[in-house]
């Protein structure tokens, strides 16, 4: 026989993440929450509202910009986040990079713009613990992640040096110069992103649903025209598809998907279905060798 008292798999979830988000917000001086902007960010704000409720989150929200990300996405940050919830977003731009007039496609985009933009912000304003919304199902590098992720004072990360986590013990002890990610939705799947979404009636950007938008096909991926930034190649021209975003990220390095999911049931109906993975059209990910350039960026500093 059940207990009446017995939480949902989806409750369970979110009672872990509120823990560990109580938990580096009582051990580290100075912590802060990289905002991304997408579902897992916005389920990571939610959480944060929640484990601090009725007083605002003791620390602030941090958007590592690129410039490049999609218009509806800035749009979300500054009318939603900072106006409608009223939270504290420090947006940081690697100066330096954008003077090197750097676009996406640069190879040295991602490092100038994203790893060094943040090492510089955490530097800048001497965070000691930073969290992500990084869950294991993503990618395979993510999946070697503990919740306390250590970071050394240059912000690499060793994966043979991670520490044992057993019975949701946390060991937040840390050397001069050395910091920590923090990972609240690491157990979290895609599907239950989606779910507590829908559940909790999360708002995020329009663009994970699906709309008649303009895109191009390059290499297999569907680059959504967002801006007349995106330089194009000769004999492609922009098409109207109906189409929608499992993941977000700058505009240019982040695949579209066809898909009629215009709405949340329908964007859980369609994960229950795929059999693919969030982040197969983001080309950062397959610059290398089909992943495990994402654990190479990790170890030099990437989120």
């Not at 749009?75 to 731009?93: A, C, M, P, Q």
């Not at 700058?250 to 229950?272: F, H, K, N, R």
């Amino acid at each position: 026989m059940s207990s009446p008292y017995q939480l949902t798999h989806l409750k369970q979830l979110e009672a872990e993440s509120i823990h560990i988000i109580r938990e580096v917000a009582a051990e580290f001086n100075n912590p802060v929450m990289l905002y991304s902007i997408g579902k897992d960010s916005s389920v990571m704000v939610h959480l944060a509202m929640k484990a601090f409720y009725p007083a605002k989150p003791p620390f602030p929200l941090m958007h590592v910009d690129t410039t490049w990300k999609f218009q509806d996405m800035y749009k979300f940050r500054d009318e939603y986040t900072k106006k409608e919830l009223g939270l504290e977003v420090i947006s940081h731009v690697n100066e330096e990079g954008r003077a090197m007039n750097l676009d996406p496609f640069d190879p040295a985009h991602t490092d100038v713009m994203k790893t060094q933009g943040l090492k510089q912000a955490l530097n800048k304003y001497k965070f000691d613990a930073a969290f992500g919304g990084g869950r294991r199902d993503e990618e395979k590098s993510r999946a070697k992640e503990r919740v306390f992720s250590f970071r050394n004072e240059h912000h690499g990360w060793t994966p043979k040096f991670q520490r044992p986590e057993l019975w949701n013990l946390y060991n937040s002890k840390i050397k001069p110069g050395e910091s920590i990610r923090a990972f609240p939705i690491s157990n979290w799947t895609e599907l239950d992103v989606w779910q507590y979404i829908h559940l909790e009636k999360i708002p995020i950007v329009p663009l994970y649903l699906s709309e008649m938008r303009p895109v191009v096909e390059r290499n297999g991926v569907l680059i959504m025209v967002d801006d007349d930034r995106l330089k194009l190649k000769e004999g492609e021209k922009p098409v109207e598809k109906m189409v929608r975003f499992r993941t977000l990220g700058c505009y240019p390095l982040t695949g579209a998907v066809e898909s009629d999911a215009v709405t949340l049931p329908d964007v859980i109906q369609e994960m229950l279905l795929t059999t693919t993975s969030e982040r197969q059209g983001r080309v950062i990910d397959n610059d290398d060798d089909g992943g495990g350039s994402m654990q190479k960026k990790k170890e030099e500093g990437y989120f």
